[in-house]
Each structure stands twice: as C-alpha cells, then as structure tokens.
Antibody, heavy 119, light 106 residues
Framework: EVQLVESGGGLVQPGRSLKLSCAAS????????MAWVRQAPKKGLEWVAT????????YYPDSVKGRFTISRDNAKSSLYLQMNSLKSEDTATYYC????????????WGQGTLVTVSS | EIVLTQSPTTMAASPGEKVTLTCRAS?????MHWYQQRSGTSPKLWIY???KLASGVPNRFSGSGSGTSYSLTINSMETEDAATYYC?????????FGAGTKLELK
C-alpha cells in the first residue's frame, strides 16, 4: 500500500524558513517523480514543485520559484521542501504527492501538513 | 499558463440523477485529470488521462473530452459522491488546477 506521510509544518513568522519532509513507503520511491501541492484554507489546489526520479530536474511555478527548493533522498525514500522567505500567502496545507507513470497527474497524496505564516 | 475553468461552481443533485461537470482549458491540453476531495480529507485521483478511472472508482463515473473541453459524468448520483471535484492539466508547466466544483446532495 502506498503511504506518504508529511511532517514539519507549523507556525512560522513572515520572512523565516521551514523545511517539510515526506516519508514514502509501499512503492519503489526512486522510480517515480514526486511533487508538492498546497491548499490554502478553504481554497483550491495549487501545484508547488515537482522533482524527477534522480533529482536532477526540478520544476516550480513563478509564485514560489527562487524561494522554495524541492529535493529527495532516494536511499531514505524521502522527499523534502525547503521554504525560504515565507509570506502570509504561503499559509496552506502542503501535500506530498507521487506522480503517475507519465508524470502528468498526482496518483497518490499524503494527509498533508499545515504551514501557517503569521507574526 | 493554462487556465482551467470549471462549471458549475456549485451544484446539488438528487440520488439517481445524472450529473455532468465541465472543465474548459484556455489552451489545448493532451489530457485532463480529475480529483475528488471530501470535506476534511486529502484529494484523491479520480480520473486520469481524460477517461481512465483510478483504482476503486465506481464505474458510474466516466470522463471524456479533448482539446480545450472536458467533462466528468456521474451516471447515477449516490450519497457518497458528494464532494468537491477538481480538474488538472499536466500537459505543460506550470501544472494547473481548476477552482473546483462542489457537488452536494439534494
């Protein structure tokens, strides 16, 4: 059974940093692209970052480019999101997701971790 | 960026009723994917590559479309189908989602 368990969320002040982690199990982690998707309170879904199987390719929307960094450790079956220069609009539940075989869709989702950016 | 517009924003359906949700893309995409999110839970992949049902999805659901126009259809509404449905395109970066359709039970 595929399991994705996020951790690392919490309350952080604007301008500060936070690092999220996602522990994956139930599949061969190194074979799949992985991603982060977020959802602001009572809002819709927003794609945040994608990383290739080896970690050599990463993709971001303009809203987080230059501030967020996605990375992975295939030996530990773990995905990370380093978030710097946080803004109030980054407040959201952050989901770790495994992409489908053709990379274009989010096949499995974690339970999410809440990040609140506030002074 | 490809903008996805879902309609309606909200709708209510009675048990047994046929339901159709639509998603329009601002530019042509190869496929559309759909997610179901029940209140307080994580989204779940529901339909991928326009018409393929994810594992465990009842066959009263179907997906269709091409180019800029896509739809998700429920052949006969059931209580458990009440949820918010999001469409998503992964044809080009940035990946984008529609704003969602909230489907309620009448």
């Amino acid at each position: 059974e595929v399991q994705l368990v996020e951790s690392g969320g919490g309350l952080v002040q604007p301008g500060r940093s936070l690092k999220l982690s996602c522990a994956a199990s139930g599949f061969t982690f190194s074979n799949y692209y992985m991603a982060w998707v977020r959802q602001a309170p009572k809002k819709g879904l927003e794609w945040v970052a994608t990383i290739s199987t080896s970690g050599s390719r990463t993709y971001y929307p303009d809203s987080v480019k230059g501030r967020f960094t996605i990375s992975r450790d295939n030996a530990k079956s773990s995905l990370y999101l380093q978030m710097n220069s946080l803004k109030s609009e980054d407040t959201a539940t952050y989901y770790c997701a495994r992409l489908g075989y053709a990379h274009g869709w989010f096949a499995y989702w974690g339970q999410g971790t809440l990040v609140t950016v506030s002074s | 960026e490809i903008v996805l517009t879902q309609s309606p924003t909200t709708m209510a359906a009675s048990p047994g009723e046929k339901v159709t949700l639509t998603c329009r893309a601002s530019s042509s995409v190869s496929y559309m994917h759909w997610y179901q999110q029940r209140s307080g839970t994580s989204p779940k992949l529901w339909i991928y590559e326009t018409s393929k049902l994810a594992s465990g999805v009842p066959n009263r659901f179907s997906g269709s479309g091409s180019g800029t126009s896509y739809s998700l259809t429920i052949n006969s509404m059931e209580t458990e189908d009440a949820a918010t449905y999001y469409c998503q395109q992964g044809s080009s970066y940035p990946y984008t989602f529609g704003a969602g359709t909230k489907l309620e039970l009448k």
